[in-house]
């Protein structure tokens, strides 16, 4: 078999253009396998540990915060209503009326013995 010098510039282009695509093809067979890699890695991590107590969120939305012991005693109540307080389903008013949110602290006897603001009060708009 004979090849001539055309035949053979022509295999010899063929075989550079062959190795240049099998260097491509590698390099992104290598770039999928990492990629691969590192999603399965990062959804093999290990999840967050939550203490069955503990509820973590970024916001809480509420019109009463209450702070209770394990007996259901009420030790501090922030409110938007702090004269109004609901107990299993019925709404019971305690305190001076107030108007605005307010920090209550409560006593042994269940009755308020801080709040502030003390008292509602105007705040004169200035200029």
Known sequence: MNFSDANLASLIAR??????????????????????????????????????????????????FVLKDDDGHVYARLSLNPNKFVLSGRTVIVGPELSGPALQFYGEDGKPIWTAPQEPTLIPATR
């Not at 990492?34 to 809480?60: E, F, I, N, P, W």
């Open 15 to 64: 075989v550079e253009k062959l190795e240049s695509q099998s260097r491509r093809w590698k390099l992104v067979a290598a770039v999928l396998a990492l990629s691969a890699a590192s999603l399965v890695l990062a959804g093999a991590k290990l999840a967050d540990r939550v203490d069955s107590q503990v509820l973590r969120v970024h916001t809480v939305e509420a019109q009463d």
